[in-house]
């Protein structure tokens, strides 16, 4: 495998402690590289290898090279409840000082990540980088110094992460955005956001990902469907999960009969939010599952997954999961939502509360409707979101 002259590498960093869409995709990738004996290698930080391969989602291999960050990482999350402990205080100083506390602790370790970078491509000979979220945003200027060739994977649908501020240089995607080789979009309305925003500073090679996909093995239909309701995903404005509690509160106020289970699966800054609101209006029907190692359980059961994204729910890995599982969905009609979803597989939808709760249940209580619905979006998955296509383009893009 080490026989060519140069070899190519992913990089896939998240330092937060968790994972989102991006990393099991990549994830998922590289497994399937392996199997093929292709030529790559991942670099990914400790604490995301961790969480990736107890969830099963990464399988050990001898060409992951791990930057051990186990030490000095200051996680989003925490920087987030920080900043808005601050903000409660109202104290303009301390948002000020704890922004550049922030900075520093990222500054120190992005300086001992760069001396193992360097060492990595040197040591591997890698001339040719993929680079995903802070894979790409810690390494470009390595890459540029050493004319290592880098394609950044620009996924940040619906923030556009491009701020100029020094403290969050280590955040934002305006100097990657402008000095990356290649430019590979997650769909085509965020290359065009992305464009909108950046203009002329993008002079990289764009182009936009074929399509989205999952390992299919855990994600079947289980049969016979209960009548669970699955709202699953990172808990965070963008997600819109209040919509959803607002949704399932009209369901349990207008139907208080109805035989019906709530699944809120994730963690995120909304988390305490949705749980008071649930005690305080007495949803007896809502089930909080954290962080579930194995989702499939659920959605293999489940009759209705609903993804109320604010700017997008395309590709969504969690939508892709549930339509695989036969779920008929209902759907915020935002961005590329319509790529993944029809009216064939589900209902598009404003993300209102009483649209939602009604889409709801036309699905629990018409169990022709549902199945039918269910059986195309994953007819769908399968046959236009599958790894294959992607490892095809994505290895004629690497060797291009």
Request: charged residues 20%; hydrophobic residues 40%.
């Amino acid at each position: 495998m080490d026989g060519k002259r140069f070899n190519k590498a992913l990089c896939v960093l998240n330092f937060s402690g968790r994972y989102g869409g991006a990393e099991k995709r990549y994830a998922t990738l590289f497994n399937r590289l392996m199997q093929q004996e292709l030529n790559y290698y991942l670099i990914m930080n400790s604490r995301l290898y961790a969480v990736l391969t107890e969830s099963s989602v990464l399988l050990p291999n001898e060409r992951i090279i791990l930057f051990r960050d186990g030490v000095g990482a200051l996680s989003h999350a925490k920087r987030a409840q920080n900043l808005r402990r601050e903000g409660r205080k109202k104290s303009k100083v301390r948002v000020f000082l704890g922004r550049w506390k922030y900075f520093m602790k990222t500054l120190f370790l992005w300086l001992r990540f760069s001396f193992f970078f360097v060492g990595v491509l040197w040591k591997k000979k890698i001339r040719l980088l993929y680079g995903v979220w802070q894979g790409g945003i810690w390494t470009w200027m390595w890459c540029r110094l050493l004319s290592v060739r880098l394609i950044y994977s620009v996924n940040g649908s619906g923030f556009l992460n491009t701020e100029t501020r020094l403290t969050k240089f280590f955040d934002s995607q305006y100097h990657v955005l402008q000095y990356a080789n290649m430019l590979d979009f997650l769909s085509p309305s965020l290359k065009k956001d992305y464009l909108g925003r950046m203009g002329k500073k993008l002079k990289a090679t764009c182009v936009v990902t074929p399509n989205s996909f999952i390992d299919y093995t855990n994600y079947y239909p289980v049969f016979p469907k209960k009548p669970w309701v699955v709202f699953l995903g990172r808990l965070e404005p963008i997600k819109n999960p209040m919509v959803f509690m607002e949704a399932v509160q009209w369901i349990e106020q207008t139907k208080p009969d109805l035989e019906a289970s709530f699944y809120v699966m994730g963690t995120g800054s909304m988390l305490g939010v949705m749980q008071q609101f649930a005690l305080r209006h007495n949803l007896k029907n809502v089930i909080f599952t954290g962080l579930h190692p194995n989702p499939w359980k659920i959605l293999r059961e489940s009759s209705v997954f609903v993804s109320l994204q604010r700017d997008e729910n395309y590709p969504s890995q969690s939508l892709i999961e549930a339509m695989a599982c036969e779920n008929a969905v209902v759907v915020t009609d935002v961005g590329d939502t319509r790529t993944l979803v029809t009216e064939k597989e589900g209902f598009l939808i404003d993300a209102k509360p009483v649209a939602v709760a009604q889409q709801i249940l036309n699905l629990l209580s018409d169990g022709s409707l549902r199945k039918k619905l269910g059986k195309n979006a994953r007819e769908k998955v399968l046959n236009d979101h599958t790894l294959d296509r992607f490892l095809m383009w994505f290895d004629d893009l690497m060797n291009g």
